[in-house]
């Protein structure tokens, strides 16, 4: 029942989305990897306990192979319900529950060869299998894409009474009742297809720039910190943004946006050929805007995205001060985008080996309870996170999401960085969101909406730098903490609401018929990045060209989702921590639901109200407070 190619997309979006999150750590990990003089071991040479147990999917690959075999075989089935799911009760139900079936086993198909892949991406074996099961995603996909409009096919009413006459179809009620909700936007067969089949044409100006961003882009060689030549990447760029040598920082950064600007006429038409795609389905499924069509599909009132801009927008002022504190502590007459991400307190560096990290996270979790620390044990204990860096393996963190009958797994490459431990963190929430997922929803609601997919990773970040923060050895390791915090604050809730606002922006001017230069959207970016940083900031020429080089821009309104999690996730933080026992059974709750019900709902059940401005308010007020802090230990 459920599409497989959006499934597959939702699992890479959880992984991109922890990503996006952490980046700023993940930056420093890279480049600290990349510069590392010693050989990186190969995995034979690290225990067992930090590697994943792949056997608690499969095996062996042998039992892998059996499964796809299977669902190649049984992929032919689906023709025995075609056109005959108006006839009976029964027929609805057997062919969603083969459907389902097939689904399950191409899960832990997918999850056993992508993590096999992950571990080593120069093994062509794991490569070949990766590859295989996404063609057989493909296969399957097609095979079963007739049951959605041969449901909506049947009256109304006659579902209804399928649902009334069999006993388990009740399970698919509100899967039903939101296939049902999307009828007007679902077109006829024929029309369906030519959508379709316009996919490949509409998505050239999203995997062009995708080539051009990570494959053909060449950035420039600038000199290093040492005075050596250094050749600019993107890893190196993030890396070079929290140097404490300014001129170095200055270097990459104009560095960096070079080839943005050099390319801007190209860019531009890229930038545009994606919102006109997005314009082109929209109008096609009889959406009144590319928002509205953004945002239907998981049932988000528009005025969800539209209050977080317009709360945040009467809420600049903590950011103004930032940027004044930021000035002055640097003690710099002009504050550039490039001074926004060094740390004011550089004395502080204390290495964090996994073993303590682990300790500490069991300790900063408490407030969450006794089952969830249970079951965070567990994870640690049974080798579910793969955790050291190896030959071969991919960089960066994630968590693998929600795969029914499997436990999720997480990927890390540590570095025994401050970053490293907040990376746990915030995979661990991802982690345990999916396993409560997947223990208490039948498998059609055993998966989570993107758009709730950062509460419980950044609920773990915000208790984390809590403990931290009142355990902080001397004041100024506390100052440094509190700047993390801000950081954070800066970085996941005002700049991705700030590229929201763009975004819904330059949408609307394309409906409206405006063409869009490069010149208008530097104008149009500079003036939204000067409002938001406040008089404090100085705005350099290549800042405006971040319209550019965003791949979220590419997202069709996807980055919002990272700004209004984390709100959601500071409130329930706080209300776990003033109300105890109710508001962490609230929230257990919470991680329980899945997709069980749209996840407006799902928050407003956990005790935050996403419509209203009292969530975006609350990260306003906890900025404030961080900052009277920060003031008042840098007065004593």
Known sequence: MKNLISITKSLVRIKLAALIITSGFLFN?????????????????????YKWNLEDIYKSPVDWEEDFNWVKEATGNYKKFEGTLGTSAKQLLDCLKFSDEVEIKVGKLYLYASLAKDLDLSNPENQSRFERIMSLYSQVS???????????????????????????????????????????????????????????????????????????????TVEGEDGTPIKISHARYGAAMYSLNRDYRRRVYKGYYKPFMEYKNTLVSLFNGNIKSNVFYAKARKY????????????????????????????LEPLHRWAKIKKKMLKIKELHPYDTYVTLFPSVKKK??????????????????????????????????????????????????????VHPYVLLNWADELDDLFTLAHEMGHNMHSYYTEQNQP??????????????????????????????????????????????????????????????????????????????????????YQRYWGDAMTVDEEETYTWARIPHFYYNFYVYQYATSFAASQTLAAKVKREGKPAIEKYLNFLKSGSSKYPIDVLKDAGVDMTSPQPVQAVVDKMNELLDKMEQLLNE
């Open 443 to 528: 498998f059609p609601y055993a998966n989570y909406s993107i758009f709730v997919a950062e509460v419980a990773s950044t609920m773990n970040e915000a208790l984390l730098l809590d403990y931290l923060i009142d355990h902080a050895e001397t004041k100024t390791e506390k100052l440094a903490l509190i700047e993390k915090n801000l950081t954070n604050i800066v970085t996941t809730f005002y700049r991705q609401t700030r590229f929201a606002e763009f975004e819904k922006l330059v949408n609307e001017k394309t409906e409206q018929g405006d063409a869009l230069t490069p010149d208008k959207l530097c104008n149009l970016y500079k003036e939204m």
């Open 29 to 49: 990990t890279e480049v600290l990897a990349q510069e590392k003089t010693k050989e990186v071991p190969t995995r034979d040479q690290i225990e067992e306990q």
């Open 288 to 315: 009144k805007s590319n928002l509205e069509a953004a945002l239907t599909p998981n049932n988000i009132p528009v005025t969800v995205y539209n209050n977080l801009i317009s709360t945040v927008n009467e809420n």
């Open 352 to 405: 964090y080996g996994y073993e303590e990290s682990k300790k500490i996270l069991l300790e900063a979790l408490k407030p969450l309870g006794e089952d969830y620390i249970k079951n965070l044990k567990m994870a640690f204990e049974n080798r579910w996170i793969d955790v050291y860096e190896t030959k071969g393996k991919r960089s960066g963190a994630y968590s693998s999401g929600t795969t029914y009958g």
């Open 142 to 220: 097609a095979a079963s894409s007739f049951i959605r409009p041969e449901i909506l096919s049947i009256p109304e009413d006659k579902l209804w009474k399928f649902v009334d006459e069999e006993e388990g179809l009740a399970v698919y009620k509100h899967l039903l009742e939101d296939l049902l909700r999307m009828k007007p936007h679902t077109l006829s067969p024929g029309e369906e297809e030519i959508l379709a089949l316009a996919g490949p044409a509409t998505s050239v100006a999203y995997s062009t720039f995708g080539m051009f961003n990570n494959a053909d882009i060449q950035f420039p």
